[in-house]
């Protein structure tokens, strides 16, 4: 399958702070990439899904002041959490998609987790 | 989308066929049944999809039933590294994102 990389793989951040984790497909061009929201024991939660060049959509109840998705090119998403708090500490995993219907394949990035302090 | 449920936990031996369960009873004719697996602190792998034909590749194989409402994740030949929580989503055709259920946690036995 297709390979996608998140930066970092682990960052520790003091509240009220912010941080930037980049999500890169390496070998597709993804036409839309996924952030989702992983807590310990927990399934994921899908955040938002962004196109290259346009604004992200964020699914309900997910602050977009908070979570600034920038979707620069189409191997290259960022997922800014700013004025990060104890209880924004979770495993961030992104996933890039190509294709439609039957040929439609979603893959996802190793997950980069989140400790503010 | 339509939703799926799954058993929360299962084991299996080393060795045997680990046959993983997922209802979604509510699936409409143009929706794909996906299966993707989490092995602990990585990010989700991907295993197989379909739309009503049963599907087979390298990792395992994929068994939907006639009237859509349940299918079946085969894993032939189950191996201690086949340990994780295995999720199956229905993503509707055209639409973008999949939304990931609460999963069954695998766990091979040696």
């Known amino acids: 399958g297709a390979v996608v990389s998140q930066h970092p793989s682990r960052v520790i951040c003091k509240s009220g702070t912010s941080v930037k984790i980049e999500c890169r497909s390496l070998d597709f061009q993804a036409t839309t990439m996924f952030w989702y929201r992983q807590f310990p024991k927990k399934s994921l939660m899908l955040m938002a899904t962004?196109?290259?060049?346009?604004?992200?959509?964020?699914e309900q109840g997910v602050e977009k002041d908070k979570f600034l998705i920038n979707h620069a090119s189409l191997t290259l998403s960022t997922l800014t959490v700013t004025s990060a708090h104890p209880e924004d500490s979770s495993f961030y995993i992104c996933?890039?998609?190509?294709?439609?219907?039957?040929?439609?394949?979603?893959?996802f990035g190793p997950g980069t987790r989140l400790t503010v302090t | 989308d339509a939703k799926t449920t799954q058993p929360p936990s299962m084991d299996c031996a080393e060795g045997r066929a680990a046959n993983l369960p997922c209802n979604h009873s509510t699936i409409s004719g143009n929706e794909y049944v996906y299966w993707y697996r989490q092995i602990h602190s990585q990010g989700p792998q991907y295993i197989i999809h379909?739309?009503?034909n049963n599907e087979t590749n390298e990792m395992a194989s994929l068994i939907i039933t006639e009237d859509r409402k349940s299918s079946t994740l085969i894993l032939p030949h189950a191996t201690l590294r086949d340990t994780a929580v295995y999720y199956c989503?229905?993503?509707?055709?055209?639409?973008?994102?999949?939304?990931f259920g609460q999963g069954t946690r695998l766990t091979i036995n040696p």
């Open positions: 379909g739309l009503k």
């Open positions: 962004s196109n290259e060049g346009s604004k992200a959509t964020y």
């Open positions: 996933s890039g998609s190509t294709g439609t219907g039957d040929a439609y394949e979603q893959y």
């Open positions: 989503i229905v993503r509707v055709a055209g639409a973008q994102k999949l939304v």
